[in-house]
Structures are given as C-alpha cells and as structure tokens.
C-alpha cells in the first residue's frame, strides 16, 4: 500500500501542507528543526492513532495559528492499496491552558475543559474508535531510539512486538488493552490486600481475567516471535556477508512456558504461578509474573548482542529486525507496508546502507529524512523523489 | 499577575460553576442554562430551586432495599403483588428503572450503589453488600438474579457476590448476554457475537 496524498493543519511546525508523496522512495532533507520528523510523526500517526514521540498529544498542536486559546490539529492520509483507497482523517482538538485569557465567561479553575485534548478520528468521512483504524494504514518506523532495541529497556522490546501484532490482529490489540486494565485493578487490589482493607479472596477473579487475556498474548507472542526469528535470521545473514548467525528468543515471564505448549497448558502454568506468588505478591503490591514482564534477547552466534555486542554490531541487529518488521507485515497482510525511516541512514556505513537501499527497493514506498544529501549514494538519490523541508514547509528539489 | 476578573456578575458565574459540575453539561451548556434561567419568571426559577432541594430533603434510603425513595420501606419492598423470593441486584438506582420498563420481572430489587473497582478505592465495603446478606439470611429467598454491568467491573462484582451467596443455597443467576433486539448481526462486535453463540438455546416457536 501506498500514501498517495498527506495533508496537515496546524500539526506540530505545519500550519498547512498539502503533500503528495511519491510511490517509491521519498527523501526528505533540511537542516535540524524544520520538520522532517514532524511528517514522519504525522504519518505513523495516522497508522497507529499515536505519537511515537510524545504521549502529550496537546503537544502535536501548533498554537501560533490561533488567536483564541482553543486550536486543533488535524492530519489527513489518502492511503491506495490492493483493497482500494481509504481516507483517514485523525483531528486534535485542545485548549491551551497556560493561557492567561479564557474564551469562557468562567474562572480558568472551573472550566473543565483546560488542556484536555480531544479526539477525533474519521475513517472515509466515518466517525471510528482508535481500535477501528489501528492497522489501516501499515507502517514501520524505524527511528533513532530504535537502534538500542537490544541494549535498553525490555519495555522497548516489549513494544517492538505489541506494535507489529496490533496492526495485524485487532484481537491481539484488544487483549492487551483489557490485560492492561486488569493489571492496574488488580495491582491496587494488591496493595489494598497488603494494608489490609481487602480479603485475598477477592483476588480470584482478577486472576482468572488476568490468565484468561495474558494467555492468548503469550500465545501470540509465540508464534510472531517464530515468524520473526526466521524472517530476521535471513535478513541479517546478508547483512553481514553470511558471518553472523541470528536468533531472536522469546523470554517469557513464565518461564516454564515453551513453544510447543497450547493454550491450555499456558493458562494451567499461568494459574500455578500465581498461586505460587500470591504472598510475594501482596507483600510488593504487584503483579509479578506475566506477558508485563515479557522479554526478549538476541543471539548473535550464540552471544547475547544486548550485553557483549559492540555498537555496530546492535545497530545491525537492530535493522534486521525493522527489516523483518517489514517482511512480516507484508506477507501477512498481503501488501508491503510504508517504511520510514527517520534519519537512519545516515548512521549506518556505505556498505550496510548500500545493502538497506537495496532490501528497500524491493518494497513499496519508503519516507526518509537526512540533513545531508550529499552523504547519501547519488544512484539512490538520483531514483528517489526528493523534497527539500524548510520551516514547515515542503519544496520538491 | 493577571487581575482577579470574570466578565459575568459573581451569582451568575457561580451558578454557571455550579452546571458545569453535573455530568454531561460543559461550560456552553452551563452558560445557557444560566442565562435561560435569567429570563425566566421569577416562580419558575423558585420551582426549580424547590424542586432542588424537595430531591434531598425528601429521598430517603429504603432500608431493605437500599433504593432512594420516598418512604421506608419503599413501595417495591412493601408491594404484596411483588415476588419477594426472587431479588434482582443492580448497580445503581437507574438500572431499577431500565429493567422496570421491560415489564418483564415481579420481583425485588437491591440496589448496591457501584461496583468494585480498586483502582477507585472501591472494595466490598463500601457497597450495601451486608444489606443483601442480612436479606438473605430471612430464608425467603431463592433466586437472586445478578444484574451488574457486563463489563470487568460489574463481573467482578458478579463473582464476589457468587462466592459470597453459595453457602445460603439460594440458586444464582446473571442476566444474558447477546444479541439486542432489532440489530443487524453484521454491526455485533466479536466479544458480543462468540457470548451470543455460547449462549444459544432451543429454538420454542
């Protein structure tokens, strides 16, 4: 699938973009601060109904366009692919509320409003739910934080995987968020058990919910993790000449969970386990155990590459999996999703980039930003669309 | 320092605070409302005002039931044409009024003022759940129907009562779930259509 048209109002620098992206490989180059990331942002936006960067949507709002202190933000995508075309249209609207003047005739501190942003989301002229349009628009982002995938947090492992899943399986998507808000009542249940204003009986049923939703992720979590191994093991095999050897590996918070099981079987281990750490439980006010506590590690001829790899070699790793991002999506849904890279290319060697460029290719359309053209190879620049981005503001050069 | 300025006069932006606080009403609406009431004859702003305070000075609640009514014991739990072996437990007072327009259930009600949710600070305790046990504990008893929200909140309530009702044999039930009347199988989200395929039963022309 294709992005055939972008359009902006007020988002992020952009008070107004009318965009029509090219089919193929797009690059966006301009200096720091002119807003190349902003349309990455915006794109995957309009994929996952989020900001990748910031969970202040406020923030995504340009409030120098308006006068009064109220002022929305809307991005619009016209997306073709082998189903037809689709228009989605996600709008913010918000209210400054650091402003000293109020459009009401109520003091600041009664008006509810302050600040909230709210959201509107739009599926061919359609009022839809965010869960509606998840995976509409498939993309991968492959940006700067990505590269440390092995190193940092297993949250960013976590997300890795959350992310790719959702956008193909809106069950998987459900699940998780039902499985989040299970995890917060019973955490607190916990710790009310703990101080003693609640019976440890009432534990039960946040359990069985909690095995019940926690269950189906990690069976899930399994077999994406089986597709993903293979697909990045390929990948990453001719990135590296055939010299390095990958495996991704599913660590389960259950640890006696493995790849042959079935539902059952997890839900059974699952259950054990929390009637084995019910006390330790109490005793932090937490949850232990579960797809929460999820991770993943990274084998590279059998070493763990987040612990002794060098830089280099994690940036690698990092990319095969993007890449396999990639792989996955296609083959699932049938069609290749919108890569984006944000600034990435640019990190990496002539080789590895030469080697990107080419795997690239045998995609669909492809976003890129880099403040340097020059460092770019003139055969990949010379095939590719080119946009110069200056103060919000979007040229082709 | 910006000075301490409302545009309205101070009764009229309070009043406005005052709407702006019930659900559902935003600061436009509360302003409406205000503005409306201005204009209007002075007996109908003090019906309104009357009509306020009647809802507080009047509602009491009914101590076998816990419903808010006007006299204890309140017309449902005095009534000798209701079924009193059948009690019907719901969340709020209104769900009393959904299930009464379907005409369709003679019998008690016992109302629980919420649902547990922890994250709320709301437990066991702080619902009229002692109420229904002490209800209970007469022995008139035989079915109590459970009809809490369908939702994470409202079955952990559903099940909490369970276990807490299974030593006083009296059979235990929760409303359907499925399909509404009048919809198209088409619109039915997945949760509801798979609860409506388990639920199935014998077809009774």
Known sequence: ?397 | MEPDFTPAAEPVARLIGEFNKLPGVGPKTAQRFTYFLLKQPEEEVRALAEALLAIKDSIITCSSCQNLVETDPCPFCSSSERDSSRICVVEEPMDILALERSRGYKGLYHVLHGAISPMDGIGPEELKIKELIQRLQKGEVEEVILATNPNLEGEATAMYLYRLMTPFGVRVTRLARGLPMGGDLEYADEVTLMQALEGRRQFQP
């Open chain 1, 1 to 397: 699938m294709h992005l055939s048209k972008l359009s902006l109002t007020n988002f992020r620098n952009y008070q107004r973009l009318e965009w029509e992206p090219d089919r193929g490989i797009n690059i966006l180059f301009g200096d720091n601060g002119q807003g190349k990331t902003n349309l990455v942002e915006a794109i995957n936006f309009l994929s996952t109904t989020r900001s990748y960067r910031t969970s202040i949507e406020k923030e995504l709002i340009n409030w120098s366009a308006s006068h009064d202190d109220i002022s929305a933000a809307r991005v619009e995508g016209e997306v073709v692919g082998k189903k037809g075309k689709l228009r989605l249209e996600l709008a913010l609207m918000g209210r400054k509320s650091d402003s000293g003047k109020t459009s009401s005739l109520v003091k600041p501190e009664v008006d509810a409003l302050v600040g909230v942003v709210h959201k509107k989301i739009l599926l061919n002229g359609v009022p839809r739910r965010a869960m509606d349009v998840v995976g509409k628009v498939n993309t991968v982002l492959f940006a700067s934080h990505d590269i440390d995938v092995s190193s940092g947090a297993p949250s960013q492992r976590r997300r890795y995987l959350d992310v790719m899943e959702s956008q193909v399986n809106v069950e998987y998507l459900r699940a998780l968020a039902g499985y989040n808000r299970i995890l917060v009542q019973r955490n607190h249940l916990l710790r009310q058990i703990q101080e003693g204003h609640a019976n440890s009986f009432q534990l039960e049923f946040w359990n069985n919910e909690l095995v019940e939703k926690g269950s189906y992720l990690v069976e899930q979590r399994m077999a994406l993790i089986g597709n993903i191994c293979a697909l990045a093991a390929d990948i990453h095999r001719q990135l590296t000449s055939e010299k390095e050897n990958l495996i991704v590996l599913y660590l389960p918070s259950l640890k006696e969970v493995t790849a042959d099981m079935d539902r059952v079987s997890i839900k059974g281990n699952f259950s054990t386990r929390l009637e084995l750490l019910q006390k330790r439980e109490v005793a932090a006010g937490m949850s232990l155990v579960g797809p929460h506590r999820d991770d993943l590690t990274f084998l590279v001829n059998g070493v763990d590459i987040g612990i002794y790899g060098s830089r280099g070699q994690q940036r690698t790793v990092a990319l095969s999996l993007k890449l396999a991002e990639a792989g996955f999506l296609r083959q699932t849904v049938g069609e290749s999703p919108v890569v984006l890279l944000d600034d990435i290319l640019s990190e990496l060697d002539s080789k590895r980039r030469h080697l990107v460029i080419e795997t690239l290719r045998a995609y669909g359309q492809v976003v890129t930003t880099t403040t340097e053209l020059e460092s770019l190879e003139a055969a990949f620049v010379a095939g590719a669309k080119v946009f110069r981005v200056h103060e919000g503001t979007l040229t082709p050069a």
